[in-house]
């Protein structure tokens, strides 16, 4: 066949219908409870299991002792499991995963991290961390509920829906625009609301005094949280978020961008260019304040250390 043969229209249509059929092979419904995103996987050939995804664990997955007992899954070594306060972190064992299917792409080899889920997000029988999609490109599309797995990668596009962001502890790390103030903070599909840290909110003006929400949880830690509406905006890219309500929170070091944002948008994750990509209906999103703040159910980030 020659080099210099051109495709006819009809295969250019041809084409274009499978790479959509291809696309479309790797999206799955995703459920949500309490914001927080869920979706059947098969391990080593058995399933569905119930995981949730979390942008904000640096590890490869979690499973619950349930499971490992289950699957008589085989140990392999232990984790250091803490959050981005670096205190009082723990030691977990490491169970090792064959194979780990989800929307008809299979990962081989994932080192999963025993924890205890949250009661209150009811069936859960682990989490998927953001590192075990290094080669794909994640969307978690909140709106439609669902989450798609691809190949190929972003393109900036000045700033407008298309950001960078670093990965510190392998966690996706953005900076906010806070007034003229700028800070820090984890794209994280497992934490909750829009929160800061305490020492940067002291900076901040507030509609009113913060008031106490309750008590916030992750893996090695436990803490008075705070909450109030912010006197001026905050932005990411294109957009803007008016006068948010927003978590203090006492301990950590960065901010945090979680599932109540996050639940205006389809978010893709491009890691090998560091590049994410936010699309929402509207361009000013509002971020009130919450009826009932729950126990934070995020996880934090394990460490894989092997002993």
Request: aromatic letters at 6%; one cysteine or more; hydrophobic letters at 40%.
């Amino acid at each position: 066949m020659s080099l210099r043969a051109r495709p006819c229209l009809s295969c250019l249509v041809l084409l274009i219908a499978a790479i959509t059929t291809s696309a479309q092979d790797h999206t799955v419904p995703m459920e949500l409870r309490h914001n927080l995103p869920f979706v059947q996987v098969m391990v080593n050939g058995k399933g569905p299991f119930t995981f949730g995804i979390d942008t904000g664990t640096g590890g490869q997955a979690l499973v619950t002792a349930a499971l490992v007992q289950e699957l008589a899954l085989p140990i392999g070594g232990e984790a250091e499991v803490g959050d981005p306060s670096g205190r009082n972190p723990k030691k977990a064992a490491i169970s090792k995963i064959a194979t780990l299917t989800l929307a008809g792409v299979e990962f081989k080899e994932v080192n999963a991290v025993q924890f205890q889920p949250s009661s209150r997000e009811g069936q859960v029988d682990g989490i998927l961390g953001f590192v075990l999609f290094r080669d794909y490109l994640l969307t978690l599309d909140y709106p439609r509920q669902r989450l798609m797995l691809a190949t190929g990668a972003l393109k900036p596009d000045a700033g407008k829906t298309v950001v960078s962001f670093t990965m510190p502890h392998d966690v996706p790390t953005v900076d906010l625009s806070v007034g003229s103030r700028t800070i820090e903070a984890h794209v994280d599909s497992r934490g909750l609301g829009l929160s800061f840290p305490e020492k940067f909110a002291e900076g901040l003006k507030f509609a009113s005094d913060p008031i106490v929400l309750g008590r916030g949880r992750t893996v090695s830690n436990e803490f008075e949280i705070k909450g109030a509406q912010l006197a001026g905006d905050v932005r990411l890219g294109q957009y803007t978020f008016p006068n948010p309500f927003v978590e203090i929170n006492p301990i950590l070091p960065v901010g945090n961008f979680g599932a109540i944002p996050l639940q205006n948008f389809a978010v893709t994750f491009d890691q090998k260019n560091l590049l994410l990509r936010l699309e929402a209906k509207d361009r000013t999103v509002v971020i009130a304040a919450p009826q009932r703040r729950p126990a934070t159910p995020s996880q934090g980030q394990p460490t894989a250390t092997s002993h």
